[in-house]
């Protein structure tokens, strides 16, 4: 491996990296991926399909071990099924300028093992928000310029999804959707009666609904509506890159994926002015190793992409490859969360449903679009799901004998709940940078963050917990409780920005193909290379970019630019 040479260096194998080594792979290019995680191998997951009582804590986690995941502990998705997914935070700290939550994957595939599945298009509103309002830098890429590169994606991944007609959330290339149930049937028909301008449609979700040959050719099935999936799914029912783009890459014989491998440093090559590969730590052995390759594809995450990239220091580039502008790790952003409601739906309660659907619903945003809302500007979406109280009720209830088993037997009320994400504003005050003197155990700096949301998250975040209640009221739920959380950084885990696109070197770190201004052979495909944030959940859009990126890279190359 040493002295070997690739075609193409990809680091990090999650959402945008595993699209990228499938795309170079299947172009017949020498793949070398990178990732700092631990191998798993798609089927070995330690905890799937376990019951409470086959695990030793009955799912819950010992305060011993949150003590290890003082961040993580606090996903929603946390668990003893699932924390050995998520990464060590005391193995891998970072410092709180200002408070931000940052999740992070422990495994190869990365986030896209756990995440929720939720798959939605940007929409033109997105793509000319900066330019419109002024804020950030402006996009030098429109709707048009990604909308082919969604069809590529989106079926490849395998997405559920009702066709809306909606301009403010396109629709795409989609498997049947998951039904919504009869309470949410009939709060859909209140709601959007009530509120023309509101649309209340099935979540669009990364489960198969009805596999298509290309998911059946890499034995991946039908979900089964286990709603399990952060465990990891056999059934390859919902999509990580485990289940599909790796071994996608995998069968053209091109990849050579390196688990346990933190990359700390793109290398600068002064003669050429281009990367000439990047240095890695074997995190178990501590060797340091260099990796030759004509490009490099930066899919670490992106808040992981930046600390590397800032850690890429040259003559030429002391503050970071590239770096010539103080742009990169600027202008970063997550959706802000916490404002929401709950309710209790009367009735229905000869009306059942059987599984555990993976998905819910969503109301695309509405705010900022005909009308100026005044208190903040562009806007948010919910989701929500309504489900029956099960049995779980009864493992903290008292009682015992023959009528409270038989209660516990009997579903509950129906309950519908619902939260919104919504855009936070690139400002380029929110940044990370490197702390000067603190490294973690194999020498990387560590990334300080210090980023905070506006009066604009704010109100927006009340607009959120109103319209909820308001909504709820109207579709003839009791008991509301309209909420409004704290909107902490990170929370959302729809981290972007950072190493920004833009149309000029002095205000964006990439061009139009996520191509560095600077050193031509480098690229930034996760989220780090927006420029703004939206409110639908991003990955299939940082897909979507990295097939791009991966298409005009082949192009160059064979034209020998690169
Ligand atoms: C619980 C949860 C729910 C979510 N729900 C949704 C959702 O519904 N919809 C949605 O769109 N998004 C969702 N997300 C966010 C989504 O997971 C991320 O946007 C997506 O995974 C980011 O893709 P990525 O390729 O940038 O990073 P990742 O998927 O995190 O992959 C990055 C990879 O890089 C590796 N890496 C990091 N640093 C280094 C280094 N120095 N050297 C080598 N390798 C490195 C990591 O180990 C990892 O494997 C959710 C996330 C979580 C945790
Ligand atoms: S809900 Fe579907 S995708 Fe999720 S674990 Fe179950 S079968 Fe797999």
């Known amino acids: 491996m040493r002295n070997r040479e690739f075609d193409v260096i990809v680091v990090g194998s999650g959402m945008s990296g595993g699209y990228a080594a499938k795309q170079f792979c299947e172009k017949g290019y020498r793949t070398l991926v990178l990732d700092r995680g631990e191998m798993v191998k798609h089927g070995q997951y330690k905890t799937e399909g376990k019951a409470p009582w086959q695990m030793p804590f009955r799912g819950d986690v010992p305060e011993e071990l949150k003590a290890e995941q003082y961040i993580q502990k606090d996903v929603y998705i946390y668990s003893d099924y699932t924390r050995h997914h998520l990464i060590n935070d005391q193995d891998h700290p970072y410092e709180q300028k200002r408070p931000f939550v940052w999740y992070r994957g422990s495994k190869v595939g990365g986030k896209s093992l756990i995440w929720g599945r939720q798959s939605y298009r940007w929409s033109r509103l997105d793509f000319e928000a900066n330019k419109l309002d002024g804020n950030g830098v402006d996009w030098p890429v429109r709707y048009e310029d990604i909308e082919p590169w969604y069809d590529q994606v989106e079926p490849f991944v395998g997405i559920s999804g009702s066709y809306e007609g909606l301009d403010v959330l396109p629709d795409g290339k989609f498997l049947p959707a998951q039904p919504l149930n009869i309470v949410e049937r009939d709060m859909k028909q209140r709601i959007e009666r009530a509120f023309p301008d509101r649309h209340f449609i099935p979540a669009r979700v990364a489960n198969l609904t009805q ?5 059946l050719e890499l034995g991946r099935v039908q979900c089964q509506a286990r709603s399990e999936c952060p465990r990891g799914c056999s059934f390859g029912a919902y ?10 890459a995998e069968r053209t014989g091109n990849l050579t994926l390196v688990a346990n491998a933190q990359v700390q440093e793109v290398i600068y090559d002064e003669a050429s002015g281009r990367a000439s590969g990047v240095a890695y730590v074997d995190m178990r052995s501590g060797e340091r190793k260099r990796v030759r390759a004509r490009v490099v594809f930066m899919c670490a995450s992106t808040l992981a992409s930046v600390q590397i ?6 003559k030429v580039f002391p503050y970071g490859i590239g770096n010539r502008f103080d742009v990169l790790g600027r202008y970063i952003m997550d959706h802000c969360g916490g404002g929401g409601a709950s309710g209790m739906m009367p009735g229905y309660l ?20 005909n009308e100026t809302h005044g208190a903040f500007e562009r806007g948010y979406g919910f989701q929500g799901a309504a489900s029956r109280a099960s049995w779980q009720w009864a493992k903290s209830a008292k009682g015992i004998g023959k009528a409270f088993k038989a209660r516990v037997r009997q579903p509950g009320n129906w309950y519908f709940s619902m939260w919104g994400f919504g855009e936070s504003l690139p400002k380029r005050d929110n940044r990370v940078y490197l702390h000067e003197s603190k490294r973690d155990q194999w020498g990387m700096p560590l990334l300080v963050m210090d980023v905070a949301y506006t009066s604009n998250e704010q109100a927006m975040i009340r607009d959120m917990s109103e319209t909820a209640a308001e909504m709820l009221k109207v579709a003839g739920l009791v008991d509301i409780r309209p909420f409004e959380g704290e909107a902490l950084p990170g929370s959302a885990i729809h981290e972007m920005g950072g ?6 070197v002095e205000t964006s770190y990439l061009n139009k193909w996520n191509q560095c201004h600077d050193v031509k052979n480098l690229f930034v495909t996760d989220g780090s290379a927006f420029s703004s944030g939206s409110c639908v959940n991003p990955s299939v859009t940082f897909m979507a970019f990295t097939a791009r990126a991966v298409d005009f890279a082949d192009q160059q190359l064979k034209q020998g630019y690169l």
């Open 239 to 248: 999509y990580s890159s485990n289940s599909a783009a790796l071994p996608a």
């Open 350 to 369: 000869g009306d059942y449903y059987k599984g555990r659907r993976p998905g819910g619903i969503y109301i695309p945003r509405f705010r900022n679009i």
């Open 211 to 215: 596999p298509a040959k290309q998911h």
């Open 499 to 504: 190493a920004c696109m833009g149309r000029a």
């Open 309 to 314: 990239l800032l850690n890429s220091k040259s």
